[in-house]
């Protein structure tokens, strides 16, 4: 598992097993009613710019591949390429780069490029932030990266499919009692996206309110936590101060669909 970060969802008091995806359009207007619809929802092409309202959470998908490409990467700061220099595996160097690609290209369309292009700060626990500007999150696992960005905090992740040795196991150790017991009373072959659901779900909180390791529990209260609508059975969950209209987007335009992760 990546970050299993040592919180007990019983003190986050994460809504009990429901996989059912409710979200708002991609496209609703600014304002308009953000309950959201149960259906797959398409994910367009980022546009050319944009303007985060508040109340808005947008979130951009990407093909690390993709996003990672050379043409791409050298726009990144000295710093952040220095950085991705350092991973000795090039799948997480390339998760690394993808993922601050996204953000800079993101944050260039919706704040002048100069915000885009200034340095991240680090909160106490580690969170990545901007000194001035909208909050963000990015989250990566197999060939996907999610960046979700808005002007109030905002948690993201996302999990590519894999076969998991005892859900009911990591369930009842780092979710709470009633969730890990709707999932053992699954069938077994369900329990594994299950879990996942869950899990993206729990994480997208815990980076919402920043919380990390050295963090003390989290409180959900005041939060939505939804589920994202992902191609390939990818499972993915974003969080934020209620009420918020979601915003769903793809970049780049003619990245291929998630192939496996690189080597």
Not at 53 to 64: K, L, M, N
Not at 112 to 140: C, E, N, T, V, Y
Request: net charge positive.
């Amino acid at each position: 598992m990546p970050t299993l970060w040592r919180l007990r969802l019983s003190k986050v008091r994460s809504p009990r097993v429901d996989l059912r995806v409710r979200i708002a359009s991609p496209c609703m207007a600014p304002g308009s009613d953000a309950t959201g619809v149960e259906d797959d929802v398409a994910w367009p092409a980022l546009p050319a710019s944009l303007a985060i309202a508040d109340g808005q959470v947008h979130v951009v998908r990407a093909c690390v591949q993709a996003a990672s490409a050379p043409a791409f990467a050298s726009a990144l700061r000295s710093d952040e390429r220095a950085r991705a220099a350092r991973f000795r595996r090039p799948a997480s160097r390339a998760r690394f780069v993808a993922g601050r690609v996204v953000l800079r290209e993101l944050l260039g369309r919706c704040v002048q490029r100069a915000a885009s292009d200034r340095p991240l700060a680090s909160s106490p626990a580690g969170k990545p932030h901007l000194l001035a500007g909208p909050s963000f999150s990015i989250s990566h696992s197999g060939n996907v990266v999610l960046v979700a960005l808005a002007r109030a905090d905002v948690g993201v992740d996302v999990e590519a499919p894999r076969p998991l040795r005892d859900p009911v196991a990591l369930a009842r150790r780092w979710l709470d009692p009633p969730a890990a017991e709707d999932l053992a009373g699954m069938d077994p072959g369900a329990r594994p996206a299950a879990f996942l659901a869950l899990w993206t779900r729990h994480e997208a909180v815990l980076k919402c309110r920043g919380v990390g390791l050295a963090g003390s529990p989290s409180q959900s209260d005041g939060l939505t936590v939804r589920s994202l609508t992902l191609p390939n059975s990818y499972t993915g969950a974003i969080a934020a101060p209620a009420p918020f209209a979601l915003w769903q987007w793809t970049w780049p335009p003619d990245a291929p669909a998630e192939p496996d992760p690189p080597a």
